[in-house]
T-cell receptor
Framework: AQTVTQSQPEMSVQEAETVTLSCTYD???????LFWYKQPPSRQMILVIR????KQQNATENRFSVNFQKAAKSFSLKISDSQLGDTAMYFC???????????WGLGTSLAVNP | DTGVSQDPRHKITKRGQNVTFRCDPI?????LYWYRQTLGQGPEFLTY????????KSRLLSDRFSAERPKGSFSTLEIQRTEQGDSAMYLC??????????????FGPGTRLLVL
């Protein structure tokens, strides 16, 4: 079975500081993709960053970067220079093998405080 | 690229009524997904299409739920004889299958359904 676990239901960070959100996953597939999505309150699910399992280099998108530890099956998201607009629910998701649907974690609610 | 759109954004209905939601994917995307999300939870997969073919349905999708994607463009999700437990956000996502590069699903704004 494929699973995604986010062990931090809620987190908070001060504006301009750095925060790391944790995600672990399980799959027996060799070919898979990992995603972080952001869902602001009452707003749309937005792709933050994507990582291909076959790539050793960690993905980066502006202030967002991941720490992909394939052996440990860990995929954490680091947000640098946090902004008030980063306040949202963050979901980690897995797409593995021939399984087309995304497997989701329960999410981490992040509050950025002024 | 106008993104994925969904209509309506909100729907309030009485128990027992039928409702239909529409999703328009990103124009060149060949895959379309429906998910359901309840408050405080991650999305749950319902079904997906590749072009006009419905390739997978979740066991969550009871006989009261039906989805179509005629001509491989927009999709509709119909719920018959709605129940209060159907109250949720219904999310649509689309993607372009790129062999060797995987796919990325892009989401619409969702349709929030409230069954009274």
């Amino acid at each position: 079975a494929q699973t995604v676990t986010q062990s931090q239901p809620e987190m908070s960070v001060q504006e301009a500081e750095t925060v790391t959100l944790s995600c672990t996953y399980d799959t027996s597939e060799n070919n898979y993709y990992l995603f972080w999505y952001k869902q602001p309150p009452s707003r749309q699910m937005i792709l933050v960053i994507r990582q291909e399992a076959y790539k050793q280099q960690n993905a980066t998108e502006n202030r967002f970067s991941v720490n992909f530890q394939k052996a440990a099956k860990s995929f954490s998201l680091k947000i640098s220079d946090s902004q008030l607009g980063d306040t949202a629910m963050y979901f980690c998701a897995l797409n593995a093998g021939n399984n087309r649907k995304l497997i989701w974690g329960l999410g981490t609610s992040l509050a950025v405080n002024p | 690229d106008t993104g994925v759109s969904q209509d309506p954004r909100h729907k309030i209905t009485k128990r027992g009524q039928n409702v239909t939601f529409r999703c328009d994917p990103i124009s060149e995307h060949n895959r379309l997904y429906w998910y359901r999300q309840t408050l405080g939870q991650g999305p749950e997969f319902l079904t997906y299409f590749q072009n006009e073919a419905q390739l997978e349905k979740s066991r969550l999708l009871s006989d009261r739920f039906s989805a179509e994607r005629p001509k491989g463009s927009f999709s509709t999700l119909e719920i018959q004889r709605t129940e209060q437990g159907d109250s949720a956000m219904y999310l649509c996502a689309s993607s372009l299958d790129d062999p060797g590069r995987g796919e990325t699903q892009y989401f619409g704004p969702g349709t929030r359904l409230l069954v009274l």
